[in-house]
């Protein structure tokens, strides 16, 4: 047979991709629900985190029942909420894909909430950011105070920030800087900036940028901006509570 | 020659070992560097990424050359191409099922093994020319001989970067000038171009070992 006729090298190269695509296929079925089930954890996991707890689940022996258990102690209430700050009926918070939620327009918006309570019954609430940094997505916890406004705690992390400067958003030294700041002043929402050159301490609305990281920064002031503004309504009927 | 040969015959254990030193596909054919640079900071990610390779670079090899007499020559390079990267998407898959952790730190290198060079110059140079049994061989001797360099260098970079092995503490925490000791982390050791300078000693030491590797 002539393996060089022009009708071989269709027939070969149909044949050929359709079993490699066959073959992806399977596998994509078979190993779904095992990465999803990875997925879950390592949500779960962030938001633990954003509040201060599990940070020693690397070195637990079974890390993602660990992890599992202290969500299921500590989360102990998940829901979803609209821009006026009405709460969704059987919604799955967790679940709920943001990428997919910030391209609605406002008001069709599914936004997640996450209750904690602490060990002495405090409680804390946690939402989820997402934007875009230099590379590709940025995402993150922000875990709110009582009073819903001063931040508690942040987590971040990234796909692929350049190393040892946008990338470092996903360092607890960088985390650390959004304690104690506020999203509003007085009655007006104005999200945490992150301030190129440095913030002023007794700045209540500033954090350090990254220096070098500057695209980085600017996607994670957007994403935190854009993702928490949506909130007001909830946060602010529930000070009034 | 009607007589069979046998599977391990001497002649096939040397496509298994001579990638480990004479002809190791990193540090004398000077390939997969790139690679090489970017995951080896710690130990685990570099022993993941050599068992990935390893995979695929004898897989790739076994199927191609078991396909090797009906690929059209004037597509060869995609055939290669379309079973490479078919098997790279398994092996990503499968990371992301059952290693998630590691598969978050390789994230973007997973993908590039496509492009990393031992493989498909091992498809082109032996695969398409030789039987399957010799053909994964090779490309098992490849993949492991890549392997090993990044194992010795993601060894020395992460003992002395960050103290650590495979994530456990080697040097002792009291020893830190943080904890009143005399000593602290490399940190030049963490970053990319640590790995050039282990490989360029790792060749030194070869080739200096072994004369006939010199060049004249």
Excluded at chain 1, 23 to 48: M, R, S
Excluded at chain 1, 137 to 147: N, S
Excluded at chain 2, 199 to 216: H, P, T
Aim: proline residues 4%; hydrophobic residues 45%.
């Amino acid at each position: 047979m002539n393996k060089e006729k022009n009708s071989y090298i269709f027939t070969y190269s149909a044949v050929m991709v359709i079993l490699v695509a066959i073959a992806l296929t399977l596998a994509n079925i078979f190993l779904t629900p095992a990465q999803q089930a990875n997925i879950l954890v390592e949500q779960q996991w962030q938001i633990l985190k954003s509040v201060g707890k599990a940070l020693d689940a690397d070195e637990q022996p079974n890390k993602v029942n660990y992890i599992r258990g202290m969500y299921e102690k500590y989360i102990v209430e998940s829901f979803a909420v609209n821009s006026e700050g009405q709460k969704l009926e059987g919604k799955d918070a967790i679940k709920i894909d943001l990428k997919a939620e910030q391209k609605k327009p406002l008001e069709q918006r599914e936004l997640p909430v996450f209750v904690y309570k602490g060990d002495n019954g405090e409680s804390k609430v946690i939402v989820p950011i997402r934007g875009n940094g230099l590379w590709g997505p940025v995402w993150g916890y922000v875990a709110l105070e009582a009073d819903y406004n001063t931040i508690c705690g942040a987590v971040f992390d990234h796909e692929g920030e350049t190393p040892g400067l946008g990338a470092e958003i996903n360092t607890p030294e960088f985390q650390k800087r959004f304690v104690g700041k506020k999203i509003f002043e007085g009655e007006t929402f104005t999200s945490v900036r992150l301030i190129k050159g440095g913030a002023d301490p007794s700045n209540q609305h500033g954090v350090d940028a990254i220096s070098g990281g500057t695209l980085t920064s600017n996607g994670l002031d957007a994403a935190l901006s854009n993702s928490l503004s949506p909130y007001q309504a909830f946060f602010k009927s529930q000070m009034k509570k | 020659m009607s007589q069979k040969e046998s599977l391990f015959s001497a002649k096939n254990m040397k496509l298994l070992t001579g990638p480990l030193d004479r002809e190791n596909p990193v540090t004398i054919q000077i390939l997969g560097i790139c690679s090489a640079l970017a995951v080896t900071a710690q130990l685990k990610p570099a022993l993941v990424m050599a068992i990935s390779v390893t995979v695929v670079t004898a897989f790739s090899n076994l199927i191609i050359s078991m396909m090797r007499n009906g690929i059209p020559n004037r597509i060869r390079i995609i055939v290669q191409l379309v079973v490479v990267a078919a098997l790279v998407i398994l092996v990503d898959q499968i990371l992301r099922a059952y290693v998630y952790d590691v598969s978050k730190k390789l994230s973007v290198f997973v993908g590039l093994i496509i492009t990393n060079c031992i493989i498909m110059g091992r498809l082109e140079a032996f695969a398409l020319g030789n039987k399957p049994w010799p053909s994964f061989l090779d490309g098992l001797g490849n993949g492991m001989g890549y392997g090993l360099i990044l194992v010795i260098i993601a060894f020395f970079r992460e003992i002395f970067g960050s103290g650590t092995l495979l994530g456990m503490r080697i040097i002792p925490e009291s020893l830190y000038i943080s904890n009143g000791g005399f000593y602290a982390n490399n940190g030049f050791m963490i970053l990319p171009p640590a790995a050039l300078i282990i490989v360029g000693c790792i060749i030194w030491f070869q080739k200096s070992r072994n004369k006939d590797l010199q060049e004249k």
